[in-house]
């Protein structure tokens, strides 16, 4: 074997070419020059430096005892030996096993910086580069809002017994020949291949000027959808390979069937023709499944990526041992992350994370009880769940557990470990908020914001988008206005691997986006509309609605006003003027007997606007939205009742993150319906509430809508209703 090359650091291995000398025996085997420096005298001085062991290895059972590292800082061993290199694999495992025992053992292990280097160059490309140290020191806290209190990651002692990685198959053949690998009509495989076909150019060609071929399809389990195909690519048939099959059995256990169900398998079925999906239908009774397709499909995408990264590793690898050329291997992007998952709250998130985390079923799980510490659940948040019993179900469920809306943290996964709280460019997958998201993103202008981990996001997964408009959707639409951009800085990019049509600037063509929601908003069909490119086509899928009049019990007359809008600009103005010219001054006239009213906006902006309104006209009145006090709530609620107020007004997201029981409701006057349709007959049904005796005919619910919102009032009175109300000729309509 030719001896190993000089360093050109004064007797010094750089990082790169320690790597070289774990992965070949030799550095540089493609320059080798013949001189008498043997690989034990460089073995020994990367391994003297600093007095420490900073050459980092795995031990591994089975051929290699642990025995020799035992109560040591870290002790591992490196690849097993290569058939065309045994001596000096033999050399460099004897040198390591000895030359460990003289690292001191500490009370506490911790991984540190150069440890985590080695460990994601073993994962990495076997000419990988390391990411730039001033970016990393950018994005060091980007992986939650607070880490000021944890400069390093702990390692629970028994994780140290257990092995972090286990290394890429070495042998070309075998890694050919396993069952693992991809296989050529496999969905994903053909969906990110840089191919340069006539049909490419066409879906591309369809997707950017939205040339879709719209279908309706009816399925039993989903409901109602609109795929839109693209280049007369229609219906395809299953996947032959979904799934890899070390899922298998772990998607098995977290099942509580033991396989998918009817609407698991229709609604991963689509996820895995790589479509844009929009699922319109989320519900308490569906959201588990629903959960668990998305978690199996992201984790399945990201072992696929990793296992062709392993592959063409090997077979670059085999070319440089060989100094043949391997050709163009173009299997990442420009930076590691590959799948975003967005989440309203914390709660969503650890959730979720528990689902990944037994779908890896990993023997190393790095800093999952600090994960569980500040995402699971305290003592304090369950007596608040304990105290919320009375409200409704959907509130317990939403709001159970830490509801912390800022945060973000990133997965870093490996063959038989899986890290939490990895940097954002070393993570595979990153579980994020929006509010937390945009901390990192920063504004629109300034030094400090930084989105090239958004760069090569392959996957985008938005769950409980209603929710999400609850808090702030504009950081949702700034988030995807920011996706796979071009980075600013390299990152310490391989651009030989990088796949071309991230360097051509299509990877939004390329891109997934699934977007997951209780019901379907103007916001969220925007996003569907212009954000949605995936050149596989996509899918709408919205279910039939009964109606929520069919849930009130109350027995109260509901009167449905159609509003005359001119356009959907002014459509706004048109409702504000009918209102304060109509509505408000018949319910001044009559406010001797409508004293018990409640007016309700959905829309924080068109409650400030009513609210100024009332303010300058002199109403005796009081106003509760999301950002009034629970004194304040409570003392409006109490005039009310008492009688001593004309009116209260009421925001959508005050009964959203609260559902104040207001008792005393006799008149009730829905300035805009509810985007959550349950909100409608949840507030109708408080009539019953009240501990005076009033008698059907004093109540009165009146509901004023327009042609512009078709989606509202579909859930509100079904779907079999709606066009009617829409376009009959006459423009007020009466449920009892």
Same mark, same amino acid.
């Given at each position: 074997m030719p001896p190993a090359k000089k360093s050109s650091?004064?007797?010094?291995?750089? &990082?790169?070419?320690? !790597? !070289?000398?774990?992965?070949?025996?030799?550095?540089?085997?493609?320059?080798?020059?013949?001189?008498?420096?043997?690989?034990?005298?460089? +073995?020994?001085?990367?391994?003297?430096?600093?007095?420490?062991?900073?050459?980092?290895?795995?031990l591994r059972a089975g051929k290699h005892s642990r025995d020799a590292g035992k109560g040591h800082a870290r002790s591992s061993l490196a690849k097993p030996q290569r058939n065309s290199r045994p001596d000096a694999y033999s050399r460099l495992l004897k040198s390591l096993e000895t030359t460990t025992s003289s690292i001191p053992a500490n009370s506490k292990s911790v991984v540190s910086d150069e440890d985590e280097d080695m460990e994601e160059n073993e994962d990495e490309a076997t000419l990988g580069s390391a990411s730039d140290d001033s970016d990393n020191d950018e994005m060091q806290n980007a992986s939650d809002v607070d880490q000021k209190e944890y400069e390093v990651d702990e390692v629970d002692e028994d994780e140290l017994e257990s092995e972090a990685e286990e290394p890429i198959p070495e042998d070309l053949d075998a890694t050919s020949d396993a069952k693992e690998v991809f296989e050529a009509h496999d969905y994903m495989e053909g969906h990110y291949a840089d191919v340069d076909s006539?049909?490419?150019?066409?879906?591309?060609?369809?997707?950017?000027?939205?040339?879709?071929? !719209?279908? *309706? +399809?009816?399925?039993?389990?989903l409901g109602s959808m609109v795929v839109c195909n693209v280049a007369g690519e229609g219906a395809k048939p299953a996947n032959p390979r979904p799934l890899k099959q070390k899922l298998v059995k772990p998607f098995h256990k977290l099942s509580k069937t033991g396989d998918f169900t009817d609407f698991q398998r229709g609604l991963f079925g689509w996820f895995d023709q790589y479509r844009d999906v929009v699922y319109a239908g989320r519900s308490l009774e569906n959201e588990d499944e629903i959960t668990t397709a998305y978690a199996l499909h992201a984790m399945n995408h990201v072992m696929k990526a990793k296992d062709q990264e392993h592959k063409n590793?090997?077979?670059?690898?085999? $070319?440089?041992?060989?100094?043949?050329?391997?050709?163009?291997?173009?299997?990442?992007?420009?930076?590691?992350?590959?799948?975003?998952? +967005?989440?309203?709250? &914390?709660?969503?998130?650890?959730?979720?994370?528990?689902?990944?985390?037994?779908?890896?079923?990993?023997?190393?799980?790095?800093?999952?009880?600090?994960?569980?510490?500040?995402?699971?659940?305290?003592?304090?948040?369950?007596?608040?769940?304990?105290?919320?019993?009375?409200?409704?179900?959907?509130? !317990?469920?939403?709001?159970?557990?830490?509801?912390?809306?800022?945060?973000?943290?990133?997965?870093?996964?490996?063959?038989?470990?899986?890290?939490?709280?990895?940097?954002?460019?070393?993570?595979? *997958?990153?579980? $994020?908020?929006?509010?937390?998201?945009?901390?990192?993103?920063?504004?629109?202008?300034?030094?400090?914001?930084?989105?090239?981990?958004?760069?090569?996001?392959?996957?985008?997964?938005?769950?409980?988008?209603?929710?999400?408009?609850?808090? /702030?959707?504009?950081?949702?639409?700034?988030?995807?206005?920011?996706? /796979?951009?071009?980075?600013?800085?390299?990152?310490?990019?391989?651009?030989? &691997?990088?796949r071309s049509w991230f360097l051509d600037g299509m990877a939004q063509y390329r891109r997934q986006t699934i977007l997951i929601s209780e019901h379907m908003t103007p916001e969220i069909q925007a996003v569907f509309n212009n954000n949605c490119r995936s050149i596989e086509g996509k899918v709408r899928i919205k279910p039939a609605y009964t109606g929520a009049v069919d849930n009130v019990v109350t027995q109260v007359s509901q009167i449905f006003k159609r509003v005359s809008v001119r356009r959907l600009a002014s $459509?706004?103005?048109?409702?504000?003027?009918n209102f304060v010219e109509q509505t408000l001054p018949d319910l001044e006239k009559s406010m001797m007997n409508k004293k018990h009213t409640v007016i309700f906006a959905s829309s924080y902006f068109d409650f400030v606007r009513i609210r100024n309104h009332c303010k300058d006209k002199g109403y005796i009145f009081a106003a509760i939205s999301e950002y009034s006090t629970k004194s304040e709530a409570m003392r409006a609620r109490m005039k009310f009742f008492d009688g001593e107020l004309q009116f209260i007004l009421y925001s959508?997201?005050?009964h959203f993150y609260h559902r104040y029981p207001i008792k005393g409701i006799h008149h009730l006057i829905f300035y805009s319906l509810p985007d959550h349709s349950h909100y409608y007959s949840e507030l109708v049904n408080l009539m019953l509430t009240s501990n005076d005796t009033v008698s059907a005919d004093q109540l009165s619910c009146t509901v004023f809508y327009s042609k512009f919102d078709q989606l509202k009032l579909e859930r509100v009175v079904g779907s079999r209703l709606v066009a009617q109300l829409l376009s009959g000729e006459r423009s007020q309509f009466t449920f009892a």
């Open positions: 650091k004064s007797g010094k291995l750089s &990082r790169k070419q320690l !790597q !070289q000398l774990k992965e070949y025996g030799e550095l540089d085997p493609l320059n080798s020059i013949n001189d008498d420096r043997d690989l034990d005298d460089l +073995v020994s001085k990367a391994l003297g430096r600093s007095g420490y062991g900073s050459f980092t290895g795995k006539e049909q490419m150019h066409k879906k591309l060609s369809a997707v950017t000027n939205k040339e879709y071929e !719209q279908t *309706i +399809v009816e399925d039993a389990a590793n090997s077979k670059l690898a085999k $070319a440089h041992a060989s100094g043949s050329d391997a050709g163009e291997l173009r299997d990442r992007g420009f930076t590691r992350p590959r799948v975003l998952i +967005v989440v309203p709250f &914390r709660n969503c998130a650890y959730r979720l994370i528990e689902k990944l985390l037994k779908l890896v079923s990993a023997e190393q799980e790095m800093n999952s009880s600090r994960f569980a510490k500040e995402y699971g659940p305290d003592e304090e948040e369950e007596r608040k769940h304990n105290s919320n019993k009375r409200k409704p179900e959907d509130f !317990q469920r939403t709001f159970a557990g830490n509801i912390d809306d800022s945060f973000r943290i990133g997965v870093q996964l490996h063959y038989k470990s899986v890290k939490l709280y990895a940097d954002f460019y070393r993570a595979d *997958i990153i579980i $994020a908020s929006p509010i937390g998201l945009r901390m990192t993103t920063g504004a629109e202008s300034g030094d400090r914001k930084d989105f090239d981990f958004l760069s090569s996001v392959e996957m985008v997964i938005v769950d409980q988008c209603d929710v999400l408009l609850m808090q /702030n959707w504009d950081h949702v639409s700034h988030l995807f206005n920011h996706m /796979n951009l071009t980075p600013k800085k390299d990152h310490g990019c391989d651009f030989s &691997r990088v $459509a706004n103005d048109d409702r504000f003027s959508e997201r005050a």
